[in-house]
């Protein structure tokens, strides 16, 4: 089970949910994630979930009200606790490592992250593909922590760089982009060693893109 969903489920059992609510919304992030959103009945989300879709309607009144409930809370709550947690862990790293072992521990950290939640983030990523309304939600609680990563960055990057913060950034998102398509929608198997070596190339690429003529 997603780390998400772990913690997703212990927030909605902080909120008094029914054993049945938790249930349906652990269901339907599986099916979501595995199926498509589009794909997915109410009836499977009931029978996956072991409950009668009279449930879903009761508590969700009907199947996008589920999805809309999983996108909030991922979005609003969890998701900016994660980002919170990363730029912590970036800062005090940022503080004892150069920029290429900054940027190796940033794309080990966050393609960890992708393979513990891979079922949560197939939905928010296939859903911001088609919804407005949650690109404009994710900019707002993600602004500000945007801007402390490019701040770090850069600072690490330090003057010889020929990149800003903010394309290190899409930079490194570039990369991870890549290896998220590949092991979870792809389902490319990797080893540890095969992915320690893929790290290290993909650190390269970006060590020789931030410091390209600068010499």
Known sequence: MDQIVQDFLALTNDKKMTPAQVK????????FANQGYAST??????????????????YFSNKEGLLEQILAIASENLLPQYGEHFIQKLNQEAGKNSFEQLIAFALKDRFEFICANGNVLTILFSQVMVDDQLIARLQTVFLDKFQSLTQILEKVAGPKATLSGVDILRLVGSQLLLLFLETQRLHL?????????????????????VYQHSD
């Open 189 to 209: 198997k990797m080893s540890e060693e095969a992915v320690e070596q893929r790290i290290l190339a993909m650190t390269d690429v970006i060590v020789n893109a």
């Open 41 to 58: 009945s109410t009836a499977s989300v009931a029978k996956e979930a072991g409950v009668s879709q009279a449930v879903i309607f009761k």
């Open 24 to 31: 349906v919304l652990g269901a339907a992030i599986q099916l």
